[in-house]
């Protein structure tokens, strides 16, 4: 089994920063893309930004350039710090991974239990 524990959500101000950290752990071989999805309450859970395990990452138009995605391969982490907080990125974020249990095994996607992040105005 494959655990991810998310850790550093809260309440912020519009403007201010959070920074979101995400650890796996269990059975695992390898770790591939690895990501940050949020949701609102009756939507759909929506992709912020995923990393590879090379480092390239992609982002959600609405979050480019004040939010940056990071992992430290050796860890099985991924961080994703926001900046510039606005109001409309209220949501609960969820950590995914896709993980590889065995060298011999294809790939299972994993979530995290979600963290809240709130930015007032």
């Known amino acids: 089994q494959v655990q991810l524990v998310e850790s550093g959500g809260g309440l912020v101000q519009a403007g201010g920063s959070l920074r979101l950290s995400c650890a796996a752990s269990g059975s695992i071989f390898r770790v591939n893309v690895m990501g940050w999805y949020r949701q609102d309450p009756g939507k759909q859970r929506d992709l912020v930004a995923a990393i590879t395990t090379g480092g390239t990452a992609n982002y959600a138009d609405s979050v480019k350039g004040r939010f940056t995605i990071s992992r430290v391969n050796a860890k099985n982490t991924v961080y994703l710090q926001m900046n510039s907080l606005k109001p409309e990125d209220t949501a609960v974020y969820y950590c995914?991974?896709?993980?590889?249990?065995?060298?011999?095994?294809?790939?299972?996607?994993?979530w995290g239990q979600g963290t809240q992040v709130t930015v007032s105005s």
């Open positions: 995914n991974a896709r993980v590889q249990a065995y060298y011999y095994s294809g790939g299972s996607d994993y």
